[in-house]
């Protein structure tokens, strides 16, 4: 999966079949003959017989939502027809999924996705409430996922021997093998003193890979 992660391309040719395909930088055209998920307001245009409906995400994920702010608010789009996704004109790009994998992706991330992946919001581990209690979607199976960043993402290999430490502001997604903890880079008298600002980073541990955007600060409009 990771030498084709985010490969993003300026003006794709119209599509034939089903599926996602890349509009330009800025957007994700569908063309839809049955059903995709996208995330909630992302439609910027469409044409064809297409139905756009509000998806429940379950009493459990609600709560966790509420609770922490995280969380993915998503619509079905079902029908014969093409639409185009688009969010505050942050850079858009897409992700092949072979059966058997699998990644955690932040929920302010993601565009839109085949209805043959599957996804629940889960809690990262090893996280706690600490960081705000992070939550994110954890993505599997075979098929497409669309997501957006701000500005072009920088994916980070992971080995046993290479731990890779990421602000938690910073990170799109990761393999969904990586073994997650909260790491603090300063002590308690370095932070009163008015140290770095940098106290806690998400390490992660195994084989795999990050992602994350060249940004720390959370893009206006791109809460979950």
């Given at each position: 999966?990771?030498?084709?992660?985010f490969?993003s391309?300026?003006?794709?040719q119209p599509?034939?079949?089903?599926?996602?395909?890349?509009?330009?930088?800025?957007?994700?055209?569908?063309?839809?003959?049955g059903?995709?998920?996208?995330?909630q307001g992302?439609?910027?245009?469409?044409?064809?017989?297409?139905?756009?409906?509000?998806?429940?995400?379950?009493?459990?994920?609600?709560?966790?939502?509420?609770v922490?702010?995280?969380?993915?608010?998503?619509?079905?789009?079902?029908?014969?027809?093409?639409?185009?996704?688009?969010?505050q004109?942050?850079?858009?790009?897409?992700?092949?999924?072979?059966q058997?994998?699998?990644?955690t992706?932040?929920?302010?991330?993601v565009?839109?996705?085949?209805?043959?992946?599957?996804?629940?919001?889960?809690m990262?581990?090893?996280?706690?409430m600490a960081?705000?209690?992070?939550?994110?979607?954890?993505?599997?199976g075979?098929?497409?996922?669309?997501?957006?960043?701000?500005?072009?993402?920088?994916?980070?290999?992971?080995?046993?021997q290479?731990?890779?430490?990421?602000?938690?502001?910073a990170?799109?997604?990761?393999?969904?093998?990586?073994?997650?903890?909260?790491?603090?880079?300063?002590?308690?008298?370095s932070m009163?003193r008015?140290?770095?600002?940098?106290?806690?980073?998400?390490?992660?541990?195994?084989?795999?890979?990050?992602?994350?955007?060249?940004s720390?600060g959370?893009p206006a409009?791109q809460?979950?």
């Amino acid at each position: 999966m990771q030498s084709e992660l985010f490969a993003s391309g300026n003006m794709a040719q119209p599509a034939t079949a089903p599926g996602m395909t890349q509009q330009n930088a800025k957007s994700i055209k569908y063309t839809v003959n049955g059903e995709c998920y996208a995330r909630q307001g992302a439609m910027i245009a469409f044409r064809g017989n297409l139905q756009f409906e509000k998806k429940g995400q379950g009493v459990g994920n609600f709560i966790k939502r509420s609770v922490t702010g995280e969380g993915l608010a998503l619509m079905s789009v079902r029908g014969q027809g093409e639409a185009w996704f688009a969010h505050q004109a942050a850079n858009c790009f897409l992700i092949d999924f072979a059966q058997g994998d699998a990644l955690t992706v932040n929920g302010r991330n993601v565009l839109c996705f085949d209805a043959s992946l599957s996804y629940e919001i889960k809690m990262v581990k090893g996280a706690g409430m600490a960081g705000g209690g992070l939550f994110n979607c954890l993505f599997s199976g075979q098929g497409r996922l669309g997501v957006i960043c701000e500005g072009d993402p920088i994916v980070i290999p992971v080995s046993p021997q290479s731990p890779v430490f990421v602000d938690t502001d910073a990170v799109v997604g990761w393999s969904a093998s990586l073994h997650t903890s909260l790491h603090r880079s300063q002590s308690v008298g370095s932070m009163i003193r008015g140290g770095s600002g940098e106290a806690v980073q998400l390490k992660l541990e195994g084989e795999g890979f990050v992602v994350v955007r060249p940004s720390e600060g959370r893009p206006a409009g791109q809460s979950a």
